[in-house]
Structure formats: C-alpha cells, structure tokens
C-alpha cells in the first residue's frame, strides 16, 4: 500500500524570525512613540517672547534701571574692556534725570527659529521715532525668554582742539558724576548707557571753549543710530591736575 505523501512530509519548524514573533516588538515600539509624543504634548507651552522685550523698554521709560539692568544683564555680560565702564551710568537716579523714551510698542509677530526670536518695536525720543529690532532667546533651565541683545550704547566725553587732538575729561549728568584721571592710558573711554537725552556737563574751562557761547553743557540725545559723543572745541586741552 503507498503511503500518503502528506502523512510522510516532515513537518517545517517556524523561523524563528516569523511574522507572529515580531508582533509583540512592534507594538512596544507603537507605545515607545505614543509616550514619547504624549510627554512632547504634556510640555507647557512658553510664553510670547515678546513680553520680555515690552517689559524691558518700559523699564526704561519708566526710569527703572535697576529692572533694566536685570533683564539685559545676560546680553552685556562682562565686557571685558577696562576702558568701558558698565555700571556708573545705568542708574535709576541718572535715568530719571534724563528725557526718557516713551510711547513704545510691540509688534505681535516675531521671525526667528524655535529657540531664537526677533521682536520689532518702536518709541518716541524726544519726538522722533526709533524703529529697531531686539533678539530674545530661550532660556531652557531658566524656562523663559531672555534678552540676547541690549540697548545699551557707548557714551564719550571729549574736549578737543582737532581730531587728533583731544582728551577725555570729567563730567556730570543729572543722578552721576563722572571723574577721569589725567593718563590717558587709564582713561575710561565710554561709558554703557540707556536711551534717552542727557544733558552733559564737562568739567572744562568755559574760557578756552572756541566758541564761549555754546557753554559746557551739551544735550545729547541717545538713540539708536550712532554712538553718542559730547564734544567740546577748546583752543586748548584741560590741564593735567
């Protein structure tokens, strides 16, 4: 009798590779990346990177130095120059002796990546309008948006005769009183200070100004467009005392 060739063909063992083993692992990888988008979604979302930038200018406006100093400290850091002098003009009481910024806005749309923005504004100075831009990044141990620029500018106090021949000299502003040594060397050559106008006074002789009329206070509007220099003709440079 012959025997049924389906009872005498050996049976095939299942690679161990099957389709039906590698069900379980793709499901753990489905639920891998359910979690992971589930802890994605659970993140809070940040706040608009503008309110940094609103809360920054109108500080400023407000003479709040102090708040100012603390939101753009990131942004200064140190500067690292023994020439520049960081501190001694970014002051309540000098901002408050200034004709400070008003009338600021805040655009609503930024452009920038993730982790950077770019945040438009404007305000009035002395009734012009200044337009710029500041860049905030995100902060994420902080868990905010920070100022990654300032509006800090460089202020110079000179007297001079001609261009190559000048000084830097003492002065004051309302709220600060600034004394420079006579080395030139050890001079501090600017000063780190806010928008608004200041009036300047330098400690110089009215007698050797060119012209004595102009007088040795200046009105120097800080704005965003150059560096901010008083400059006071003499015939002839202070005295080294």
Known sequence: MTANPEQTRPRRERPSGSRRSRVPAAMAVAGLLLATTACAASEPPRPDPTEVVLEYLDAIAAGDATTARQLDAAAI?????????????????????AQRIENVTIEADTTGDEDTRNVS???ELAGQQEKSVLTVAWNAEAGEWQLADSLTTDLMVTAEVSRIEMKLVSFA???????????PAAATMSFLIYPAVYSVTADIDPATLVDPAAGITQE??????????????????????
């Not at 850091?77 to 002796?97: K, M």
């Not at 502003?173 to 080395?183: C, E, S």
């Open 77 to 97: 850091g140190d500067p690292q120059l023994p020439d520049v002098d960081a501190d001694t003009l970014r002051t309540d009481a000098v901002l408050a002796g």
């Open 121 to 123: 504004f404007q305000y």
């Open 173 to 183: 502003v309302p709220g600060a009183t600034v004394t420079q040594v006579d080395d």
């Open 220 to 241: 120097i509007a800080v704005d965003l467009s150059v560096q901010p220099t008083a400059r006071f003709a003499v015939t002839q440079l202070p005295a080294s005392g």
